[in-house]
């Protein structure tokens, strides 16, 4: 990170005026606000995490919520809510499923008889555990979370490290402290989840226990072990099932209890700590290989120093590493958006993995990792798009090493001999469609990060791409696409199979494999089965070969032809040979027009209130759902760059603001936030693994880039304004640029990429063929 350090100390250098007096830099974190999308369809969560961190620490307002009345608590915390139930250890980002949620603490005052030990009902601030809050004593920032739980005073702050989180709870003077913990909350809730759970107190002060769930992923169990800076005074493991309470004791420091535990049983427990002059510290390490392993990470924190203060110094420091990958000038607001974009695109996938490398898998069985962490929470339909393209820039060393060993290892232990689909906690669900991990390995390969075993990596993706059982791969493969009165939303599957075997078959290409590449370029070609060229939509196509009927392209219905989407979306969907795509529409001027109409459509008659997903429309385009993500971009395959600068001045408008509801969707692991940061930057990846970026326009003034060979790549914006919103020319390293893309290897070479704006569009600009972006069929 060397050279991280070196280019932001450059950066800060370059703003300083000659012959004035140095001010203190700002600080990065200050541009981060973890508040953007926890309002009800960003999902996020405000709480303390470290990057990447297996602990996400956060408050959860609504975590008792039956599962289909959770959609805007998917992160546990929904901006809008009065209440807050408590804060538990573990959260998604921006997921638009969930789960987690685990291990909920919740601070109480008064006599032992007045603890609550219900939570109480959302509706009815006041009722049970939980308590009313005001957003006016909030507060958020990287690795930090704060709020004053207004029916007790209780003060409660949170931080987290890797594998930690760290409590801090500031009781009114003269009051009895107590903590609840409560093992049957769990986000996305129904009766049963809960398999069973059990606790301990050890010798030594020490608090373990468990929980098994069958939610999303079935049979997920994670473990925990909590230690106090304070002794307890009297305390009781209760089983509110039976609402009896197991062995306590009243006393500081009397005896140990024996692992209460009973199979179909969700515990609480009451730990009571009388009056308190000093704040309360809880210490909580987490693990998914046994308490064990959970006390390990706690030791292992605690020898680091595991303080308050400490940990929340540690992680603020590895945010300001993390986050000062890129320098960002831009206009405030914009800032905001940028940084916390970033922010959010470094939260998964998540470390897995204890501290001596032990790690439970997809089979259940525990593992060790070798010279990497294991990685785990892959949102994988969403994130191959932008969210992983993005880590080979800014995190290469953690995209190599760990997260492409992670899901190498996952299909290694995985029952089905695959690679994860959408995995989290070592655990497979199966959600989405695709064998998108194959994109992830092959741009790592493709940009030459790292060796991670070439041949074992194709090998691995190849068994997933001929996995027959899997989502109508026995049909693809035997008939070139996936028939509709066989498999669900196959229209859909035909074109990511398509594109996923492209990524196949240009690293086996690259590797000398010519066999499989020839087999999966073939492969490539499958989209063209599902296309029907006289209607110009991508239909689904039934066993017969007919195509189904009667067809809408706006409808939209789960299960149906296409997956969270409809016709006008997954019809622009062949990122690898968008030429052959403007072709079969009748050339580039009707393709213009055909993008034209998906964004100027009139929706008014339309009604997707049934949709949870459908988010952020703009006539048919959906910012709020991944496939559309590459649309915008796709005018300059037509020759014009121009409209793509149009659309995403309105798209970036309309879709992103600094506030809690400032994203329009759900942010599934980071790929809307991802989106964004590479959209402010002026380039995207429209098809990862052609090591190609179209060039759109930036919204950044100026923006640094730190490579890790010590090298920098600076995006500089000469007139941007409202008033200028066109690029009239572009510059790479001082040279005209006549095409509206760049490589990889000229943004790892290190350089400058000058945008000049204007008001008018240069229409003349990427408009010649050589000038516009890849396509298999028109590739030399």
């Not at 919740?106 to 005001?134: C, E, N």
């Not at 009781?171 to 059990?198: M, N, T, V």
């Not at 002060?205 to 929980?211: A, E, K, Y």
């Not at 704040?279 to 046994?290: H, K, M, Y």
């Amino acid at each position: 990170m060397k050279s991280a350090v070196t280019a932001a100390a450059l950066f800060l250098a370059a703003l300083a005026i000659p012959g004035a007096a140095q001010e203190p830099a700002p600080d990065v974190l200050t541009f981060v606000d973890p508040m953007i999308g926890t309002g009800p369809e960003g999902h996020t969560f405000p709480g303390a995490t470290a990057p990447f961190g297996m602990v996400q620490l956060s408050p959860d307002t609504d975590a008792t919520c039956q599962i289909r009345d959770c959609y805007a608590n998917a992160a546990g915390y929904s901006y809008n809510d009065p209440t807050i139930q408590g804060f538990s250890h573990t959260h998604f980002s921006g997921a638009g499923h969930s789960d987690l949620g685990d291990f909920l603490v919740m601070p109480q005052v008064g006599p032992i008889a007045s603890v609550q030990l219900d939570p109480g009902d959302p509706k009815k601030p006041g009722s049970g555990y939980r308590q009313r809050f005001d957003h006016a004593t909030e507060k958020a920032s990287p690795g930090y979370y704060a709020i004053t739980l207004a029916d007790s005073g209780i003060r409660a702050e949170l931080t987290a490290g890797t594998r930690v989180g760290i409590h801090r709870y500031r009781f009114p003077a003269g009051q009895e402290a107590h903590l609840l913990l409560d093992l049957r909350s769990s986000l996305y809730d129904y009766p049963g989840k809960i398999l069973w759970s059990g606790l301990r107190r050890h010798a030594d002060g020490t608090i373990t226990g468990f929980r098994e769930t069958r939610g999303w992923a079935p049979g997920r169990k994670l473990y925990f072990a909590m230690r106090f800076s304070h002794p307890l005074y009297g305390h009781a493991f209760l089983d509110r099932d039976e609402k009896i309470p197991y062995k306590g004791f009243q006393g500081p420091g009397r005896g140990s209890d024996a692992l209460a535990e009973k199979l179909g049983k969700a515990l609480e427990a009451r730990f009571d700590f009388g009056e308190l002059k000093n704040p309360l510290e809880v210490r909580v390490a987490i693990s998914g290989v046994d308490e064990a392993g959970a006390i390990a990470n706690l030791d292992a924190a605690e020898k680091e120093g595991a303080g308050f203060d400490q940990v929340r110094a540690r992680t603020e420091g590895a945010w300001r590493q993390a986050l000062g990958a890129v320098q960002i000038e831009a206009p405030a607001p914009m800032r905001t958006n940028l940084y916390t974009a970033l922010y959010h695109s470094l939260l998964a996938p998540s470390i897995w993995s204890d501290v001596d490398g032990r790690y439970r898998g997809p089979d259940d069985a525990v593992h060790v990792a070798k010279d990497f962490s294991f990685r785990s929470t892959f949102s994988l339909w969403d994130t191959f798009r932008a969210q992983h393209p993005l880590l080979t820039l800014v995190q290469p060393e953690a995209t190599t090493t760990d997260v492409v060993q992670s899901l190498l290892a996952s299909q290694r232990h995985s029952p089905h001999g695959i690679l994860p689909v959408w995995q989290f906690h070592g655990r497979e669900t199966w959600t989405m469609i695709g064998y998108h991990a194959v994109p992830v390995i092959a741009d790592a390969y493709m940009k030459d990060l790292g060796d991670f075993g070439a041949d074992d990596a194709l090998d691995a993706m190849v068994a997933s791409a001929e996995y027959a059982p899997y989502g109508g791969l026995g049909d693809h493969m035997k008939r070139g696409y996936v028939p509709i009165d066989r498999e669900p939303e196959a229209a859909s599957k035909t074109v990511e199979y398509a594109y996923d075997d492209w990524t196949i078959a240009r690293m086996a290409e690259k590797m000398g494999r010519t066999d499989i590449a020839d087999r999966f370029y073939k492969r490539a070609g499958y989209w063209r089965n599902s296309f029907d060229a006289k209607t110009g939509w991508l239909r689904a196509r039934k066993a017969d070969g007919s195509f189904r009927t009667p067809f809408d392209p706006t409808a939209i219905n789960y299960g149906s032809d296409y997956t969270e989407g409809n016709a006008w979306q997954y019809s622009w969907f062949v990122p690898q040979d968008q030429a052959a795509l403007f072709r079969i529409l009748g050339g580039d001027d009707k393709a213009v027009a055909k993008l034209d109409a998906m964004f100027d459509y009139d929706n008014s008659k339309l009604d997707y209130s049934h949709a949870e997903d459908i988010a952020g429309l703009i006539g048919q385009y959906i910012h709020g759902n991944e496939p559309s993500h590459h649309v915008a971009y796709l005018y300059n395959y037509a020759g014009a760059p121009w409209r793509t600068q149009e659309r995403l001045k309105q798209i970036v408008d309309s879709q992103y603001k600094p506030t809690p509801d400032g994203l329009s969707g759900n942010d599934d692991l980071g790929q809307m936030s991802a989106w964004l940061l590479f959209t402010g930057l002026g380039f995207y990846p429209v098809a990862p693994a052609s090591n190609q970026y179209v060039l759109g326009r930036p919204f950044v003034d100026r923006a640094v880039l730190a490579l890790p060979n010590g090298k920098s790549f600076t995006v500089e914006t000469i007139g941007l304004s409202d008033a200028n919103p066109y690029v009239g020319k572009v510059e790479l390293n001082g040279r005209p640029l006549a095409r509206s893309w760049i490589t990889d290897a000229e943004i790892r070479a290190g350089g400058t990429l000058r945008f000049t704006m204007q008001p008018t569009p240069n229409k003349a600009w990427g408009k010649p063929a050589e000038a516009r972006p890849y396509s298999m069929s028109t590739a030399k």
